[in-house]
């Protein structure tokens, strides 16, 4: 019922910007926090940064400054503005957004992820 589909990624040199998006459609009634993961090869996937519906931001140590989030709420879109990039931001990117859908009489919220999306930053 819900699908949240992602921007193509893309090869930057280091230094170099790009921006992502991704937009939910579907059954929703509303969005909560959406944010954005990364995961590259060999490690864990990593809480990029997060928003909240009402504009408030999180952002992990390693991107702070560099990266910046905002969303779209009549589009559903998040977009992650990804600056001075590093080879170290390589990795495929998800975002994730927490889903409100009424199953009436109830409220009902879930986590969606994207496809995923292939950053690589060259040196």
Same mark, same amino acid.
């Given at each position: 019922? =819900?699908? !949240?589909? #992602?921007?193509?990624?893309?090869? =930057?040199?280091?230094? &170099?910007? !790009?921006? !992502?998006?991704?937009?939910?459609?579907? /059954?929703?009634?509303?969005?909560?926090?959406?944010?954005? +993961?990364?995961?590259?090869? &060999? @490690?864990? %996937? #990593?809480?990029?940064? /997060?928003?909240?519906?009402? &504009?408030?931001?999180? +952002?992990?140590?390693?991107? @702070?400054?560099?990266? *910046?989030?905002? %969303?779209?709420?009549? @589009?559903? *879109?998040?977009?992650? $503005?990804?600056?001075?990039? @590093?080879?170290?931001?390589?990795? =495929?990117?998800?975002?994730?957004?927490?889903?409100? $859908? %009424?199953?009436?009489?109830?409220?009902? #919220? %879930?986590? +969606?992820?994207?496809?995923? *999306? $292939?950053?690589?930053? /060259?040196?």
């Amino acid at each position: 019922q =819900v699908q !949240l589909v #992602e921007s193509p990624g893309g090869l =930057v040199q280091a230094g &170099g910007s !790009l921006r !992502l998006s991704c937009a939910a459609s579907g /059954s929703i009634f509303s969005i909560n926090a959406m944010g954005w +993961y990364r995961q590259a090869p &060999g @490690k864990q %996937r #990593e809480l990029v940064a /997060s928003i909240a519906s009402g &504009g408030r931001t999180n +952002y992990a140590d390693s991107v @702070k400054g560099r990266f *910046t989030i905002s %969303r779209d709420n009549a @589009k559903n *879109t998040v977009y992650l $503005q990804m600056n001075s990039l @590093k080879p170290e931001d390589t990795a =495929v990117y998800y975002c994730n957004a927490a889903v409100i $859908q %009424r199953v009436s009489p109830q409220f009902s #919220e %879930r986590d +969606y992820w994207g496809q995923g *999306t $292939q950053v690589t930053v /060259s040196s």
